[in-house]
């Protein structure tokens, strides 16, 4: 049987994770939180509050929450609401996250006096890990925090399988990821049925790219069963006069072009994660520090990711420049 031995560290999920819920968060919302679509005005739109997220993560210190997004909606009755998502993509227990997920919602509160609903997707392997509240209670005082909290573990492959919106073959890769894990044929054949199943779906052809990307990325395969799956879907798309994804090898500057550094990331070029990841500290640096020198900007540039990462994680805490390029 094939090894794959290539196999995505839990951080490089969250590239993908990041990049889909971005683009299609309403149908996100619809699938897995769809008592909060029905009450949501989405006529009104929505906003990405980045700012505020990262203000609310400098202050709060609980640590690298590289999945965690804010987003602004409107009820229907004309209600500001914050939606607070969380994807948790480690295969094990995360101590202390019910706190952190407390602590993100009334540090929202504290700070711009918005009601915060708490959504965590739990994409781990981890059957009787399903955090969904903080509690504590001390001389006749108590406190409880409940949030929504999905495991992707209890969704039947055959119920998703039926489902229209796209976050159920989302779902499917995940979990078809965790599954195939170093066992590169079972693999191929589930890469290769999922992206033929966008097809049936009759989903439109930005759709079928954007899944196939989130599809690609976390079913990597090694590279002989990878020449395999494009030969079969060329093969595939060719009967279909659907030559939708063999076109993003055919066309991928282009597809650079219109959807920036995010596509090259999820497409599996370490150059294009190193570039994001550093796009991101220097943002977060000006946040928290103001404008960026372009000996900053010079300094990030020319790190290696993993030195990257570590000046992610002393920016939570530091209070100067030095303190986050401390070695």
């Not at 890769?173 to 966008?198: C, G, M």
């Not at 595939?236 to 993003?248: A, C, D, N, W």
């Not at 991928?252 to 072009?257: A, L, T």
Request: aromatic share 12%.
């Amino acid at each position: 049987m094939l090894k794959h031995g290539d196999e995505r560290s839990n951080d490089e999920y969250d590239v993908p994770w990041k990049g889909i819920v971005e683009s299609y968060f309403k149908d996100f919302i619809a699938f897995f939180l769809p008592s909060a679509h029905a009450g949501i005005d989405w006529r009104r739109g929505y906003e990405f509050l980045d700012t505020e997220l990262a203000r609310i993560t400098r202050e709060s210190k609980v640590g690298d929450r590289r999945m965690d997004k804010l987003v602004k909606v409107w009820r229907r009755d004309g209600i500001e609401y914050w939606v607070l998502i969380h994807v948790e993509v480690q295969g094990d227990r995360k101590r202390d996250f019910a706190s952190g997920m407390y602590v993100y919602q009334y540090r929202a509160y504290d700070l711009y006096r918005k009601p915060v609903c708490g959504l965590a997707i739990l994409a781990d392997q981890e059957v009787n890990w399903r955090p969904s509240e903080f509690r504590y209670a001390i001389w006749g005082t108590k406190q409880r925090y409940q949030f929504t909290s999905i495991k992707l573990l209890d969704y039947a492959q055959a119920e998703l399988k039926k489902s229209d919106n796209l976050f159920a073959i989302v779902t499917l890769a995940h979990l078809q990821a965790k599954k195939t894990r170093n066992l590169a044929e079972d693999r191929y054949l589930a890469k290769i049925n999922l992206v033929r199943s966008l097809y049936r779906r009759g989903f439109d052809r930005q759709k079928i790219i954007d899944l196939f990307l989130f599809i690609d990325w976390v079913l990597h395969l090694p590279e002989d069963a990878d020449k395999r799956f494009w030969k079969d879907i060329s093969d595939f798309e060719e009967t279909k006069k659907m030559p939708y994804i063999s076109s993003v090898e055919r066309i991928g500057q282009q597809i650079g072009e219109q959807r920036g550094e995010r596509i090259g990331q999820r497409i599996g070029e370490k150059r294009g994660r190193k570039k994001e990841a550093a796009a991101i500290l220097l943002e977060m640096i000006g946040y928290k520090f103001g404008q960026v020198a372009e000996s900053v900007t010079e300094k990030v540039a020319g790190a290696d990711r993993k030195i990257i990462r570590k000046w992610h994680k002393n920016l939570i805490f530091a209070n100067s420049l030095d303190d986050v390029f401390a070695l």
